[in-house]
């Protein structure tokens, strides 16, 4: 009888196998950790769903013993394999911040969908690691109540920043995260240490005050969740602080100096479409709902529609101080939606003076 190969019996090894097979197919970083959360992740979220800070993310709240415990979701979970995938920008996302008649969108918007490149490689991965290990195992990107940042903390990939945010000491704020749930009992890595210090850049760069204290975020407040996540009008008090952001905002994200280490991505779906580098509010302002469809194929601004969207172009037209956008509102206050004719109204009132 033939002796058992150890690489594929010996659990390091399958690990190390696992990790580089999955930096080979376009993986910036790669971490293990136990599928299980300590009780003050778990707390951390039941604290801000208690408060009422997730906002109008039911989802979060429905799902939270799911979300909190990586077993909740899946019992057969022994592993957590999470990866991560750079998206770190070629100049600063803030650079249009000082040109009122331009829209700023979301660096990781910019292009393509990354749900659908980084779950195609968790499945190749997956496909690989059942066929090669005879394990079970399921993917998740972003889109399953699973605690990304303290499971990618916990396999160390960098620590949970002031910002919430994950920070890597190799690729700063800007990776996305993407975890294989296996069967496999594999030796955990070191998890991360905190390396924020008495830094508070992140917090000092919110436009709108959305950290209450370090480590903690109010998403009513954050300007990515009210752009995307939330469905009614905007606050009003918060309208002017938004500034020409219409799609999410990285200023807390761009903020935090262990970016310097972080080498710009190489990833052709991840580069800025020429349409989105310094996109004219005027012309997004025209957007019909078929034209915003055509326009956003592919990207995952398409997912908020076509109003909400408008929504968002309305309040940086108003928070512009820019006359010659006023025409661009005026033609959206007959508009079919009643939350684009109110983000009108309101641009065109504060133009007015």
């Given at each position: 009888?033939?002796?058992?190969?150890?690489?594929?019996?010996?659990?390091?090894?399958?690990r190390e196998?696992?990790r580089d097979?999955?930096l080979?197919l376009?993986?910036?970083?790669?971490?293990?950790?136990?599928?299980e959360?300590?009780p003050e992740?778990?707390?951390r979220l039941a604290?801000?769903?208690r408060?009422?800070?997730?906002g109008?993310?039911?989802w979060?709240?429905?799902?939270t013993?799911?979300?909190?415990h990586?077993r909740?979701?899946?019992p057969?979970?022994?592993?957590?394999?999470?990866?991560g995938?750079?998206?770190a920008?070629?100049?600063d996302p803030?650079?249009l911040l000082?040109?009122?008649?331009?829209?700023?969108v979301?660096?990781?918007?910019?292009n393509r969908d990354?749900?659908?490149?980084?779950?195609?490689?968790l499945?190749?991965?997956g496909?690989?690691?059942?066929?090669?290990?005879?394990?079970e195992?399921?993917?998740?990107?972003d889109t399953a109540?699973?605690m990304?940042?303290?499971?990618?903390e916990?396999?160390?990939?960098g620590w949970?920043?002031?910002?919430?945010?994950?920070?890597?000491?190799?690729h700063?704020s800007w990776?996305f995260l993407g975890e294989?749930?296996?069967t496999l009992?594999l030796?955990p890595?070191p998890?991360?240490a905190?390396?924020?210090?008495?830094?508070?850049?992140?917090?000092d760069?919110?436009?709108?005050?959305?950290f209450?204290?370090?480590?903690q975020?109010?998403?009513r407040?954050c300007?990515?969740?009210?752009?995307?996540?939330?469905k009614?009008?905007i606050p009003?008090?918060l309208?002017p602080?938004?500034?020409?952001?219409i799609?999410g905002c990285d200023?807390?994200l761009?903020?935090?100096?262990?970016?310097?280490f972080?080498r710009?991505?190489?990833?052709p779906?991840f580069l800025?479409?020429?349409?989105?580098t310094?996109p004219?509010l005027?012309d997004?302002?025209?957007?019909?709902d078929p034209g915003?469809?055509?326009?956003f194929s592919?990207?995952?601004?398409?997912r908020?529609?076509?109003?909400?969207?408008?929504?968002?172009?309305?309040?940086?037209?108003g928070?512009?101080?820019?006359?010659a956008?006023?025409?661009?509102a005026?033609?959206r206050?007959?508009?079919?939606?009643?939350?684009v004719?109110?983000a009108a109204?309101?641009?065109v009132?504060?133009?007015?003076?």
């Amino acid at each position: 009888m033939a002796a058992a190969d150890p690489a594929r019996s010996d659990p390091r090894r399958i690990r190390e196998a696992i990790r580089d097979r999955a930096l080979a197919l376009g993986f910036d970083a790669v971490g293990f950790a136990p599928a299980e959360l300590g009780p003050e992740a778990r707390e951390r979220l039941a604290d801000y769903v208690r408060q009422g800070r997730h906002g109008d993310m039911g989802w979060m709240a429905e799902r939270t013993e799911q979300r909190s415990h990586p077993r909740g979701l899946w019992p057969e979970a022994r592993t957590a394999i999470v990866l991560g995938t750079s998206y770190a920008p070629h100049d600063d996302p803030r650079r249009l911040l000082d040109h009122p008649d331009r829209a700023v969108v979301s660096v990781y918007a910019r292009n393509r969908d990354y749900h659908d490149l980084v779950k195609g490689r968790l499945k190749t991965l997956g496909q690989w690691l059942a066929h090669s290990y005879k394990a079970e195992l399921k993917v998740f990107v972003d889109t399953a109540p699973v605690m990304e940042k303290p499971l990618a903390e916990r396999a160390g990939l960098g620590w949970q920043g002031k910002h919430t945010n994950l920070v890597s000491r190799d690729h700063g704020s800007w990776l996305f995260l993407g975890e294989v749930y296996t069967t496999l009992e594999l030796p955990p890595d070191p998890p991360g240490a905190d390396r924020c210090g008495s830094c508070t850049r992140c917090q000092d760069a919110c436009p709108t005050a959305a950290f209450p204290a370090p480590y903690q975020l109010d998403a009513r407040r954050c300007i990515s969740y009210l752009t995307i996540e939330h469905k009614g009008p905007i606050p009003e008090e918060l309208r002017p602080l938004m500034g020409n952001r219409i799609y999410g905002c990285d200023d807390c994200l761009a903020a935090c100096p262990w970016n310097k280490f972080a080498r710009a991505t190489r990833e052709p779906a991840f580069l800025p479409r020429a349409e989105l580098t310094a996109p004219r509010l005027a012309d997004l302002a025209e957007l019909d709902d078929p034209g915003f469809r055509q326009v956003f194929s592919g990207s995952p601004i398409k997912r908020i529609g076509r109003d909400r969207f408008v929504r968002n172009v309305l309040i940086a037209i108003g928070n512009s101080g820019d006359p010659a956008l006023r025409p661009a509102a005026e033609r959206r206050l007959h508009d079919e939606s009643e939350l684009v004719r109110d983000a009108a109204g309101w641009a065109v009132a504060r133009l007015a003076g």
